[in-house]
C-alpha cells in the first residue's frame, strides 16, 4: 500500500530561507559598505581622542605611491576591486528569467526620467551638502574635508571621474537597490527600510566627522524615497556621480583658489 509523501512544513522552510536571506545580507555588507562602517566608527572614536574634529584634517583620494606610474595602478586596482561587491550583488539578485540590472532599474532603458531626476537631487544635494558641511565646521563636528590628495599628472583628472562613478555605483546599488528588494524579501516596512538604509550610508562616512554623517543620513532618505517612487537606481547613481564629481574635480581644479579644506 503506498503511503504518503511527507513534505517539509511551509514554515520551516520559509523560517530557513530567512536565515539565508540574512546570512546573504550581513556577509555582502560585511564584504563592502558595512565594513566600511565599522572601520568608520572607529576612526571616528580615534580622531575624537585625539583632538577636537575641527582641528584635524580628512583627505579623501590620497596618494598611492610617490611614483606615478605605480600610483596610477594602484589607483585603478582600487576602483576595480571595489566594485566586485556590486557584482556579487547583482548576481545574487539575478533570477532565471528576471535580470538584476532591470529588477533595480539600474540600466538606461529611461534616458530622461534617469538624467532629469538625476541632476535635479544632484542639485537639491548638492547645496545642503555644502550648507550640512559649513554648520559643521561652525560648530566643530566635521573635519576639513579635502576631496582630493592626489598629485597633478595627465591622468589625475579620468582617476577622479573614475572614482566619483565608483563611489556612486558601489553605494546606490548596494545600499539602495540591493538592500531595499534584500529587506522588502524579509517583510520590512518600507519606512523601516529606507531608514535603516539612509544610517548606514551615514555610517560609513563617520571617518569624516558627525556633520558628514547627518548629511548623508538626509542624503539617503531623499535617495531611499525617490527609489521606493521610481522602481530605479540609475537616477541616483547618477545623481551621486555628479556630487561627487563636482566634488573630486572641481576641488581638483578650484579648490586652492577658493581655500576649499581649510
Not at 35 to 47: F, H, P, R, S, T
Not at 149 to 156: K, N, S, V
Not at 204 to 209: E, M, R, V
Amino acid at each position: 500500500m503506498p503511503t504518503a509523501k511527507t513534505s517539509q512544513p511551509s514554515s520551516l522552510s520559509s523560517t530557513a530561507g530567512r536565515k539565508r536571506l540574512k546570512a546573504e545580507i550581513l556577509i555582502v555588507l560585511g564584504l563592502s559598505l558595512g565594513q566600511a562602517g565599522v572601520y568608520a566608527v572607529v576612526e571616528l572614536i580615534d580622531k575624537l581622542t585625539r583632538a577636537p574634529l575641527s582641528a584635524q584634517t580628512t583627505r579623501l583620494n590620497p596618494v598611492l605611491d610617490d611614483r606615478q606610474y605605480f600610483d596610477l595602478t594602484y589607483q585603478l586596482l582600487n576602483i576595480f576591486f571595489a566594485l566586485v561587491p556590486v557584482v556579487l550583488v547583482l548576481f545574487l539578485l539575478t533570477e532565471p528569467g528576471k535580470s538584476a540590472f532591470r529588477r533595480i532599474g539600474f540600466t538606461f532603458s529611461k534616458p530622461k526620467v534617469d538624467f532629469g531626476l538625476g541632476v535635479g537631487l544632484a542639485a537639491v544635494i548638492g547645496v545642503g551638502t555644502l550648507g550640512v558641511y559649513a554648520a559643521g565646521r561652525a560648530l566643530g563636528l566635521t573635519t576639513a574635508i579635502i576631496p582630493t590628495a592626489l598629485d597633478t599628472y595627465w591622468w589625475t583628472l579620468p582617476v577622479l571621474v573614475l572614482s566619483a562613478v565608483r563611489h556612486a555605483v558601489l553605494e546606490e546599488v548596494i545600499v539602495v537597490g540591493y538592500l531595499f528588494e534584500r529587506l522588502r524579501e524579509l517583510g520590512w516596512s518600507v519606512p523601516v527600510i529606507i531608514v535603516v538604509s539612509a544610517l548606514l550610508r551615514g555610517s560609513y562616512h563617520l571617518y569624516q566627522g558627525i556633520g558628514p554623517f547627518i548629511g548623508n543620513v538626509i542624503m539617503g532618505l531623499i535617495f531611499g524615497y525617490a527609489y521606493t517612487r521610481t522602481k530605479r537606481v540609475m537616477p541616483l547613481v547618477i545623481a551621486h556621480a555628479l556630487l561627487d564629481i563636482a566634488g573630486f574635480v572641481g576641488f581638483a581644479i578650484f579648490g586652492p583658489a577658493i581655500g576649499i579644506g581649510n
